[in-house]
Antibody, heavy 124, light 107 residues
């Protein structure tokens, strides 16, 4: 089955760290450009960042609010995407989705495959 | 960053009504625009890509049009299962940006 499954969310204090994982199955993960999108409670969708496939350089790009605090990485041997979140702020509270382009792989033009999301709550 | 401005932010319509949502980009994005549907508690779902192409399996009552800076998303005959929030998203530039969303309700 083609799917993405996020894990690792939870409650963390401001200034703390958390690592999210996204397990992929049913497609060639190593070819995929993977992205994280988040959604604060009751708010809209916000792109967090992406990582290209290693074939395409494996480089990362981030949204300004998380640059320098969040790191996206991937382990193609485990078909898993990661989001390391450091120096967390209350405004980072959100459901975090991993997503990718499935029909058109090796791009992030279309997000047509999404996980169910994992909730991160940053609160003292 | 490219700002995506959707309108209206919410609307209420009757079953069978034609519903139109607009999305304006702060600069020319050609046709690099997608539309997503998100139901409460669920992940977004891609409906329209490249401004006007219907994703496989999506009902034909959904359509999109536009290019440059002005885009339109239409539901030709609103159905109860279309109750959701709809987002436009550009992929012309980084960061990828979404509109603020349009919540569609049944009158």
């Amino acid at each position: 089955e083609v799917q993405l499954v996020e894990s690792g969310g939870g409650l963390v204090k401001p200034g703390g760290s958390l690592r999210l994982s996204c397990a992929a199955s049913g497609f060639t993960f190593s070819n995929a450009w993977m992205s994280w999108v988040r959604q604060a409670p009751g708010k809209g969708l916000e792109w967090v960042g992406r990582i290209k496939s290693k074939t395409d350089g494996g480089t990362t790009d981030y949204a300004a609010p998380v640059k320098g605090r969040f790191t996206i990485s991937r382990d193609d041997s485990k078909n898993t995407l990661y989001l390391q979140m450091n120096s967390l702020k209350t405004e980072d509270t959100a459901v975090y989705y991993c997503t990718t382009g499935f029909v058109v792989a090796a791009t992030d033009w279309y997000f047509d495959l999404w996980g169910r999301g994992t909730l991160v709550t940053v609160s003292s | 960053d490219i700002q995506m401005t959707q309108s209206p932010s919410s609307l209420s319509a009757s079953v069978g009504d034609r519903v139109t949502i607009t999305c304006q980009a702060s600069q020319d994005i050609s046709n690099y625009l997608n539309w997503y549907q998100q139901k409460p508690g669920k992940a977004p779902k891609l409906l329209i890509y490249d401004a006007s192409n219907l994703e496989t399996g999506v009902p034909s009552r959904f359509s999109g049009s536009g290019s440059g800076t002005d885009f339109t998303f239409t539901i030709s005959s609103l159905q109860p299962e279309d109750i959701a929030t709809y987002y436009c998203q550009q992929y012309d530039n980084l960061p990828r940006t979404f509109g603020q969303g349009t919540k569609v309700e049944i009158k």
